[in-house]
């Protein structure tokens, strides 16, 4: 079994900032990519930055140049650094990994159970 768990949510203020972590574990093999989603009441579930394994990285034209995705590969951790929040970006967050239990298993997507951000103006 793998289970990935968020942390760092909370109430932040317009312009201020907030720390998204998500630690995957299990029975992991090796993880793929990783990256972390966005669902706003009454909105479908939307990309907000992923990482590669070699740490490429892709964002939302929406949080370009605000939020920074990271990870430690050593600790199964990703990182998600959210400065100058605006009140659009509360959202329940969500951590996703591609991984790989075995070497003869294909890759699986998981997903964490969400973490509440809530940005005041």
């Known amino acids: 079994q793998v289970q990935l768990v968020e942390s760092g949510g909370g109430l932040a203020q317009a312009g201020g900032s907030l720390r998204l972590s998500c630690v995957a574990s299990?029975?992991?093999?090796?993880?793929?990519?990783m990256g972390w989603y966005r669902q706003a009441p009454g909105k479908d579930r939307g990309l907000v930055a992923f990482i590669s394994s070699g740490g490429g990285t892709n964002y939302a034209d929406s949080v370009k140049g605000r939020f920074t995705i990271s990870r430690d590969n050593a600790k199964n951790t990703v990182y998600l650094q959210m400065n100058s929040l605006k009140s659009e970006d509360t959202a329940v967050y969500y951590c996703?990994?591609?991984?790989?239990?075995?070497?003869?298993?294909?890759?699986?997507?998981?997903w964490g159970q969400g973490t509440q951000v809530t940005v005041s103006s």
């Open positions: 299990g029975s992991i093999f090796s993880i793929n990519t």
């Open positions: 996703n990994a591609e991984i790989r239990t075995s070497l003869y298993k294909l890759l699986q997507e998981y």
